[in-house]
């Protein structure tokens, strides 16, 4: 168990329609990261939040957003969506810097 | 831009036997992390290992070793004694401070 939490841990929705997916991350760590992993694909950095702030921005289309909260769990907001977006999500947190990355246990998004 | 690459979709090899998963990155940076992470079925994301570039000394953690060749820019996964355990996807990944970019993966099968 990493200590990162992620809900739900399935999600099936139709095209179209607008999923929030949540994180929690480890105690102690600031920075949340998120990453989409289509099937049989490498991880694909969308996004990362260090202490409530926008930090880092990867491959992440505009219909996605997110956000860091005060108690700095996270919400990975994804819109209209499209059948493509079926993957896994995954959240990882760290202390920041050049620490590792504690990766959730992911969430299952199938888009019919 | 930072790459890193796994040249071998997939692997096997005996149980008990050793295995060694490559891989290859591009920066122009002289100080930044390596990581390797295994994904076993479950799809949850592992840390197996992390390797410092400005440590000479390869990184161990039990059967999991690491030749880290900076001026080739080579960082390499052996494992030892091979466990069915062992049998999961295998993703290289290099970080300096913000950036995190993962390889594609390995796909390891263990053979009993």
């Known amino acids: 168990d990493s200590g990162v939490t992620q809900t739900p841990k399935h999600l099936i929705t139709a095209t179209g329609q607008r999923v929030t997916l949540r994180c929690s991350p480890r105690?102690?760590?600031?920075?949340v990261y998120w990453y989409q992993q289509s099937l049989d694909q490498g991880l694909q950095f969308l996004i990362q939040?260090?202490?409530?702030?926008?930090?880092a921005k990867g491959n992440i289309l505009e219909r996605f957003s997110a956000q860091q909260f005060p108690d700095l769990h996270s919400e990975l907001n994804l819109s209209s969506l499209e059948l493509g977006d079926s993957a896994l999500y995954f959240c990882?947190?760290?202390?920041?810097?050049?620490?590792?990355?504690?990766f959730g246990p992911g969430t299952r998004l199938t888009v019919l | 831009a930072q790459t890193v690459t796994q040249s071998q979709p997939e692997m096997s090899v005996q149980e008990a036997e050793t295995v060694t998963l490559s891989c290859t990155y591009d920066?122009?940076?002289?100080?930044?992390?390596l990581f390797w992470y295994k994904q076993p079925p479950s799809r949850q994301m592992i840390l197996v290992i992390r390797?410092?570039?400005?440590?000479?000394q390869n990184a161990t953690e039990n059967r999991f070793s690491v030749n880290f060749q900076k001026a080739a820019k080579s960082f390499s996964l052996k494992i030892s004694d091979s466990q069915l355990g062992d049998a999961a996807m295998y993703f290289c990944?290099?970080?300096?401070?913000?950036?995190?970019?993962f390889g594609k993966g390995t796909r390891l099968h263990i053979l009993p």
């Open positions: 990882a947190s760290s202390r920041g810097g050049h620490n590792e990355q504690f």
């Open positions: 105690s102690g760590d600031l920075s």
């Open positions: 939040y260090y202490n409530g702030e926008e930090r």
């Open positions: 920066t122009s940076e002289s100080d930044y992390y």
């Open positions: 390797q410092e570039a400005y440590k000479q």
């Open positions: 990944a290099y970080r300096r401070d913000d950036k995190i970019i």
